[in-house]
């Protein structure tokens, strides 16, 4: 079985053999408990005509099923599908875990993606067996489960960090989903982390096999001091988000990633959470991705040795861009030391300093006004920076993980000075694009020629077909393979 299953008589096979591969890919619901499950639920097997299947939790709950008590069917990494898909059902879904409805409500998220409130809630309930306000609600219930049971956080604080309005709804609603009170939950578990206002301590689960390592040196090759710490360890950054600023520190671990958050303002941590898992594409499904990649004879030794190779993604658009336009044409070493640069004059400092995490990126506002007397480097390229900041200070260039990534593209693309290669770039993290080559970069071209494939765009374009839908994370070991001297080619 491969990829997102579909065929409920496969998604049966794959509960029967408690296939942990496809937990968060769909839910399993038992008509005669009024349970719903992951797929590698420990319980004995129901009979099949007992079971019926939910792309997500909140269909199951929807149709009246409780979570399981034993399984835990929400802690578990969210569906690769979100990433693979590209229609509406996915951008809605990306923009739901980033928390849009508690900030904007559903008729904010229906204005970014671009529809009316009645068709998104028709397209999505056909699709996901929920609306939006039911997505996001069982979105909610997810986070404060996990803050329950692994925070010592006052039941009100959980309610408003989870993005609840009120504690009553808070109650309820874990009522309803659990069949139990947060108080029974909290009893339920042991071994709660001593937590400080504002900070916390989560696991991120993640699907293995799982490169950290590799995550971890792209991200250090890139890190800006001040705003980001990287190790071999671990990875901590500054970030901005929707209500305040915060830390994060990253640290992976057996089948998890181990997060630190120290956050201004707790409604924040869904937000930050879901831009940190895929900072470190947490939901990526490695089997389905490996398998592809090693039919190919060229890359299977590649993949042997570095299996579950990850894209890593963003938590901020903006930046992303900035960073991507600092880095045309220059190493990624020039391109930091840049980024460095743009930073210490025009970046804001924390209140307060996590150990070496100091200062957040500038804003595009900042860059727009002051850019221009402050970066260095060919007056073309300044040029689009500012005038690209402009657009997104103004709101005129909306930079979200719910848009449409070839209208993206396009947009990007308007702008006097940027090309295929930052467009691509810049679309492949934010969005998390599954299926992204960039052929215009030198380094990975590089990398094909040292593994003996066309170095060519044309002819590396025809070769990489049989790479779908996975060309980002066929790139990423083209990106490896370019550190390996060229002798080596074929």
Sequence with gaps: MDGVLTDPDQRYRAVTARDARFDGQFITAVRTTGIYCRPSCPATTPKRHNVEFFPTAAAAQQAGYRACKRCLPDAVPGSPEWNLRADLAGRAMRLIADGAVEREGVPGLAARLGYSVRHLTRVLTAELGAGPLALARAHRAHQARVLIETTALSVSDVAFAAGFSSVRQFNDTIREVFATTPTALRAARRGDRPTSPGRVVLRLPVREPFDAEGVLAFLAARAVP??????????????????????????????????????????????????????????????????????????????????????????????????????QQVTVAAARTAARRLTTALGERLPTADGNLTTLFPTAAAIAEHGASVLTGPARRIETIVTVCAAVASGELDLHVGAESMDLCVRLRSFPGIGPWTAGYVVMRLLGVSDTLLLQDVALRKGAAVLGLPSTPDGLDQYSQRWQPWRSYAGMHLWQASARPLEKAS
Excluded: K
């Design 226 to 327: 001040g705003v980001e710490e990287a190790t071999a360890e671990g990875y901590a950054r500054t970030l901005r988000l929707p209500h305040g600023t915060a830390t994060a520190r990253l640290r992976p671990m057996d089948g998890h990633v181990e997060c630190a958050l120290a956050l201004t303002d707790m409604r924040d941590m869904g937000t930050a959470v879901a831009r940190l898992r895929r900072l470190f594409d947490l939901d990526a499904d490695p089997v389905a991705v490996d398998e592809v990649l090693a039919a190919d004879p060229v890359l299977a030794p590649s993949v042997a040795a570095t299996p579950g190779i990850r894209v890593p993604g963003s938590v901020d658009g903006a930046e992303t861009l900035v960073r991507a336009l600092l880095g």
